[in-house]
């Protein structure tokens, strides 16, 4: 771990590079800006960002580049990708981080969202599979008959479809119950479910919490996990030039964050843990495997999402097939 310099150090290395950008938002949030989209209190325009559980909002504050913004950011928060992309598509909400499965539910529901950018994160893990601590369930065809509880739409989703896939199953092969996280949470403790398909934190949370075993880790399987993650953003806020500017504006504070936080992770771990009201060893050990970087969405990006929405295709949970590109609006990160 690292500590934390001064804070005289972080101040010119993104704002410099985004005042003009600021400046131009200012300017055009008076002409076109959606209806909503400036503070009556500040006068300000207002971004409006959806998070989940997952530590965008304490990695901005700790960073410090939050301080002195042109505007505003209106935080609302959702349980799992799948909301994040539906209130996107309804221009409820104008940019968001979500996991490997939700844009391609989106883009199978025809949704008017676009994927901006990648997330990727150091140890290529993102979802696992958990079974309580004891249980005879050792190996991933022993899930077959067993019940499961996962988010629909999720990448963890995604884990659960390719793990089985690898087995020699399919998801009929398994009892699913597809249940949002505080739901499946529950369920898994209270033994209603022998397996709980999840993500970080609640992974990392929940073997400290009752001493479950990560099967993917168990089993060697840890390779069927579509650990990429996207930041998503809706074509109404693409569409606006003023909206527009402060997405990608917003992409450039949220990648100089990950590169602060990565060599401040215990600033980012307290901050986290604050937010969140997760144990801060939690949050801690989160924090020092992931490792994030933001990045334009390349080919690769697209030819692993592919891949994965050809897969739920092929299982039929999807309504229809999915070209992963043309989901992917290029050009809001450098």
């Known amino acids: 771990m690292h500590a934390r310099p001064t804070p005289a150090r972080l101040g010119p290395a993104v704002p410099l590079a985004l005042v003009l950008t600021f400046l131009l938002l200012l300017a055009l949030s008076g002409c076109g800006a959606a209806q909503?989209?400036?503070?009556e209190s500040s006068g300000k325009p207002v971004l409006r960002v959806g998070v989940q559980k997952d530590g965008i909002r304490s990695v901005l504050t700790a960073s410090g580049l939050l301080d002195d913004l042109p505007y505003e950011i209106e935080w609302s928060e959702f349980t799992s990708g799948p909301p994040?992309?539906?209130?996107a598509a309804a221009d409820q909400i104008d940019v968001a981080w979500v996991g490997s499965a939700p844009p391609i539910f989106g883009a199978a529901a025809d949704a008017a969202f676009k994927v901006v950018a990648t997330v990727e994160e150091e140890d290529q893990h993102s979802d696992s599979i958990l079974v309580p601590g004891g249980s005879?369930?050792?190996t991933i065809a022993d899930l077959e008959g067993h019940s499961i509880a996962v988010g629909k739409g999720t990448s963890a989703h995604g884990l659960l479809l390719n793990a089985l896939t690898s087995a020699g199953l399919g998801i009929d092969d398994v009892e699913v119950s597809y249940l949002a996280p505080p739901d499946g949470q529950a369920a898994f403790q209270s033994g209603e479910v022998d397996a709980w398909a999840v993500w970080d934190p609640y992974t990392t949370a929940t073997i400290a919490q009752t001493g479950a075993v990560d099967l993917t880790e168990?089993?060697?399987?840890?390779g069927d996990d579509p650990h990429l993650s996207f930041v998503i953003a809706s074509q109404g806020a693409l569409d606006?030039?003023?909206r527009r500017g402060a997405v990608a504006a917003y992409l450039s504070v949220l990648s100089g964050a990950y590169a602060?936080?990565?060599e401040h992770q215990d600033e980012w771990a307290s901050g986290w843990a604050?937010?969140?009201g997760l144990p801060a060893e939690v949050t801690a050990a989160v924090v020092e495997q992931k490792v994030p970087t933001l990045l334009p969405v390349d080919q690769e990006h697209v030819d692993s999402e592919q891949q994965l929405a050809d897969a739920f295709t092929d299982?039929?949970?999807i309504p229809t097939a999915v070209e992963f590109a043309d989901v992917v609006e290029q050009g809001l990160v450098e």
């Open 260 to 262: 602060w936080a990565n």
């Open 36 to 39: 909503g989209s400036t503070s």
């Open 84 to 87: 994040l992309v539906e209130a």
């Open 315 to 317: 299982a039929g949970e």
């Open 136 to 138: 005879d369930i050792t």
């Open 240 to 242: 606006d030039d003023g």
């Open 218 to 222: 168990l089993t060697g399987t840890v």
């Open 274 to 276: 604050q937010e969140s």
